[in-house]
């Protein structure tokens, strides 16, 4: 072997051993303990809340790596954001030159959790407004003497230099997961198997696409296999070219989030199947049929209900399904088949969103002998102030002459009379007097008088008394 190859081989040797020894220095100094309080802080002061972490390390393959990544929140809340790992790659030519700049961040299963916070009380607002430490200036100070102005000295400028901030050119989020709930803790959005995939353009905006394997509204909607393009600028977010599956059928949508304007969104679907809807809604799916078209969209600012508007139109075609249980019940009482499943020819409803309500400002579902409008408002909490008739066609009238009641009047429909019922409670246990306007027996308070009604025996009547066995 030549004496220039030996050299080479051995320079090449030291200069390996060399960056071991380096890989291996700069581990320990990460792991030290004053470093990771270092981290901490920093990061606490950068986000304004406290920072926990795992540990530290540095490999040649994923560069700078902080592990179990922890944002608490208040207490009995999970924590605001944790995240398994992440990795930093940095660009070592800019740091060369006095630049930090990150090649590459690569967010491993980050969990965010947020929740809604309630209107502050009037007494806190003032109490935040009050001024709890003199202003620079002339302050007056009472003594028995009378009052002395007394010139406060102005508090000296010392001029700072901002650091400059970190460059990150690409970020990669895997595996991560969202959580949003309201004021009393309940789920408004979660998802689940999210991928974002982003880069810093020269003009300083970032742009990039996401991928999200489910998600969903509450406990109804079960939105998959979502994707779209979103660009991010001076504050403002635009996503669009969203698009994803929903119970069988097509989702398509744009959301907006601007600093000074607030969001906007829209979103429209095509051919969700109802059984299906019905099955991850957990509502009864039997004998199901039929598909949804709906679109809506809806404006405001974020954490401020009141400034939320909004509108939208459902419709249903060839629409059959269960109605909910109370509604199914009443049907199996009177006898009433089109309340036990509900067979629709029309089914359109339109829906204004405002002052923290959903409006339904009208309802239309017309079946074979029947029809059913409604208005009323659904509250953000929950709570349910529907007023609605129930119009019935002569053929169905004399039907059950024998148990409907005498609420009943003339329909604006030919052919139709009506009785007018209330649908009230709270979404997850809804109650209704639709069973004691359509028989005129007030449920709980003549029992006997209902029974009576329903198995065809006449009030006061009685029945014969069994004759006794030969």
Same mark, same amino acid.
């Given at each position: ?10 320079? &090449? ?75 930093? @790659? ?30 502050? /009380? ?20 009472? #003594? ?14 010392? =001029? ?7 460059? %990150?050119?690409? %970020? @990669? ?30 003009? &300083?905006?970032?742009?990039? /696409? ?12 079960? =939105?998959?296999?979502?994707? +779209?393009? $979103? ?16 119970? +069988? ?8 989030? *601007? ?14 199947? %109802? ?30 209900? *009141? ?28 006898? %009433? ?45 929950? /709570? ?21 009641? +005498?609420? $009943?009047?003339?329909?604006? @429909? ?15 246990? =809804? ?25 065809? #025996? !006449? ?5 014969? =008394?069994?004759?006794?066995? !030969?």
């Amino acid at each position: 072997m030549s004496k220039p190859v030996r050299i080479a081989l051995i320079s &090449g040797g030291v200069l390996f051993l060399g960056y071991l020894l380096a890989v291996l220095g700069l581990n320990i100094y990460l792991q030290s303990g004053g470093l990771g309080g270092r981290v901490c802080a920093a990061a606490s002061d950068a986000i304004g809340r406290p920072v926990a972490i795992g540990k530290a390390y540095y490999t040649p393959w994923r560069g700078f790596t902080v592990t179990g990544i922890v944002v608490p929140q208040e207490e009995g809340m999970p924590p605001l954001f944790e995240a398994a790992a992440v990795n930093f @790659r940095f660009a070592f030519l800019q740091l060369l030159r006095g630049r930090l700049s990150v090649g590459e961040v690569d967010v491993l299963s980050p969990v965010l959790v947020t929740r809604n916070r309630p209107a502050p /009380k009037r007494e806190e607002v003032l109490l935040a407004a009050a001024p709890d430490t003199p202003t620079p200036g002339r302050v007056a100070v009472e #003594i028995p003497s009378g009052a002395v102005e007394i010139a406060a000295p102005e508090p000296a400028a010392t =001029p700072r230099h901002a650091p400059r901030p970190a460059e %990150i050119r690409r %970020i @990669r989020v895997r595996n991560g997961s969202t959580r949003l709930y309201d004021t009393k803790g309940g789920l408004i959005v979660a998802t689940s198997g999210v991928r974002v995939t982003a880069e810093t353009l020269p003009d &300083g905006r970032v742009v990039g /696409k996401f991928d999200i394997a489910e998600a969903a509204v509450g406990a109804a909607l079960h =939105p998959r296999r979502i994707t +779209g393009t $979103f660009a991010w600028d001076a504050g403002r977010l635009v996503i669009r070219d969203i698009e994803g599956k929903l119970s +069988g059928g097509q989702l398509t949508g744009m959301f907006e989030l *601007d600093p000074v304007n607030g969001f906007s969104a829209s979103a429209v679907v095509e051919g969700a199947l %109802i059984k299906r809807l019905a099955e991850e809604a957990g509502i009864g799916a039997e004998g199901a049929r039929g598909s949804v078209v709906a679109k809506g969209s809806v404006r405001g600012f974020p954490g401020a209900p *009141d400034s939320i508007q909004g509108a939208a139109e459902i419709s249903l075609r060839e629409a059959r399904f269960q109605p909910l249980d109370l509604i199914r019940q009443v049907g199996d009482l009177t006898g %009433i088949r089109e309340l036990q499943m509900l067979e629709l020819k029309t089914a359109e409803a339109k829906l204004a969103i405002r002052d923290r309500q959903v409006r339904i400002e009208s309802l239309a579902l017309e079946s074979e002998n029947l029809f059913v409008d409604a208005v009323g408002p659904v509250g953000f909490d929950g /709570k349910i102030k529907v007023k609605a008739r129930l119009h019935l066609n002569e053929k169905l009238r004399n039907d059950l002459r024998g148990v409907l009641g +005498g609420d $009943f009047e003339n329909s604006e @429909r030919a052919g139709f009379q009506s009785v007018l019922f209330s649908v009230n409670g709270v979404i997850g246990r =809804p109650k209704t007097d639709l069973l004691e306007k359509l028989t005129g027996f007030r449920i709980g308070q003549d029992v006997g008088g209902l029974l009576k009604s329903l198995l065809r #025996i !006449p009030v006061g009547g009685k029945q014969a =008394p069994p004759k006794e066995a !030969p």
